[in-house]
């Protein structure tokens, strides 16, 4: 029981420092991500944190299992380097009551996953979905900062305010800045024919009976003419109206990654189908990495702990991307729906067992070899 609380605590200890990592870098990126759109007005800052803990679950369910992977290859590999497995092995430790105790934390973070996977994950995705859509719902005057260039329309549009009413109703100090376009010829890409500034005093916007939404602007001029050349016309107007196109928020997430596990079971639809098996296969990836990671740790020290962690690494990988590239040729219908990712888990796990009893099968010859050389002596 003490060796199994040892054996358990560094690989959870392990695995909680590698996931830990895993996920800031993770989040860091997507954040990074999210923040650039919440710098051109297309996200409300105030939505990015909410954002971020919504899609935390869904980053989890992948990071757990390649951090148990990991806690696992490190861990093991440390006791192997400082011979400690050698003296558990002494005191009767076999492989199959290591790999035994490795089950143990495997099982806790196969329940975690699941509960990701099947709750949280889609809870979480549809959640993100909302805040998208009502960001997407927004318009270009919604998403104004007082203070700030503001890049709109794909950056070919930039708006900034001096001020800006608590009701989001007025404006002072107007400018606007728009590039114009060529009508576009099929197969070629639309060229730039000039740019028009706009700058005003005040503005207001006005909602129209069909919801288009107008930026009136009062007292002000409008520049229009190309870059380098000077001939530049100037307009002076006392209310011009412009209209506020709606920001395009990319959420790069599935609509069947939102729909509930419950909704998915029994459901006839391929795509379906298709989710539930991955949503199913995320916990069961758990048990048989972990079958895989046992072997692998096994280290001499005399070569270093991680003289197997690329390989080990490329393994899990290559096991990921399978699953990955098998769910999209399920999605496509080229796959069975009875054989669905079933292989690609039956595949890993034959592996699995082949390295599992690779190593006892090893040292039995080597021991044959040695009493057939000793008996020839």
Same mark, same amino acid.
């Given at each position: ?8 605590r ?8 590698v ?21 051109q007005?297309?996200l ?6 909410l ?5 935390m ?15 696992i ?11 400690e ?18 089950m143990?934390?495997?099982a ?23 805040i998208?859509?009502?960001q ?15 890049a709109?329309k794909?950056?070919?549009r ?18 606007i ?11 070629e ?5 000039? +740019?028009?500034?706009?700058? %005003?005093?005040?503005? #207001?916007?006005? $909602?129209?009976? !069909?919801?288009s /939404? &107008? ?32 920001p395009?928020?990319?959420?790069? +997430?599935?609509?069947?990654? %939102?729909v509930?596990? #419950?909704?998915? $079971?029994?459901? !006839?639809?391929? /795509? &379906?189908?298709?989710?539930l ?23 001499n020290?005399?070569?270093g ?8 690494i ?22 069975p729906?009875?054989?669905?990712l079933?292989?690609v ?7 699995g ?21 000793m008996?020839?002596?």
């Open positions: 029981m003490i060796v199994f609380r040892y054996l358990s560094e690989v959870l200890v392990t695995l909680s420092a996931s830990a990592v895993l996920l800031v870098i993770i989040m860091s990126g997507r954040f990074i991500k999210y923040l650039a759109q919440a710098a007005g297309v409300d800052p105030s939505v990015l944190f954002i971020m803990g919504y899609r679950p869904g980053f989890l369910q992948l990071i757990l299992p390649l951090g148990l992977f990991l806690g290859l490190l861990a093991y590999g440390r006791l192997y380097l400082d011979s497995m050698t003296v558990l092995s002494a005191t009767g430790m076999s492989n199959r009551r290591l790999l035994g105790y490795s143990a934390p495997a806790i973070v196969a329940v975690i996953v699941a509960w990701l996977s099947l709750g949280l994950a889609p809870q979480g995705v549809a959640e993100v979905a909302k998208f859509n009502q997407d719902a927004m318009t270009e005057f919604d998403t104004l900062v007082p203070g700030r260039f503001q709109m794909d950056g070919s930039v708006t900034y305010t001096e001020g800006l009413s608590d009701d989001r109703g007025q404006l002072a100090g107007v400018f800045s728009e590039k114009r376009m060529q009508r576009q010829v099929e197969g890409k639309p060229k730039q024919s000039g +740019i028009t500034v706009l700058v %005003a005093e005040k503005g #207001r916007q006005v $909602i129209q009976a !069909d919801g /939404r &107008y930026l009136i602007l009062e007292n002000g001029y409008r520049y229009d003419g190309n870059p380098g050349q000077a001939d530049y016309r100037a307009t002076q107007y006392e209310t011009h109206g412009v209209l506020l196109p709606k395009s928020v990319s959420a790069e +997430i599935g609509e069947r990654e %939102a509930p596990t #419950r909704e998915l $079971i029994g459901s !006839d639809e391929p /795509r &379906y189908q298709a989710e098996q991955w949503r199913l296969s995320i916990p069961l990836l758990v048990f048989i990495v972990t079958l895989l990671a046992v072997p692998l740790a096994r280290v020290p005399r070569q702990r991680f003289l197997k962690l690329l390989p080990a490329l393994l899990y990988m290559a096991y990921l991307a399978l699953l990955i590239g098998a769910r999209g040729q399920l999605d496509k219908g080229k796959i729906m009875e054989l669905g079933w292989w888990h039956a595949l890993f796990l034959l592996i067992a082949a390295l599992f009893l690779w190593q006892p099968m090893k040292l039995k010859l080597a021991s044959r070899r040695a009493v057939k050389e008996a020839h002596a």
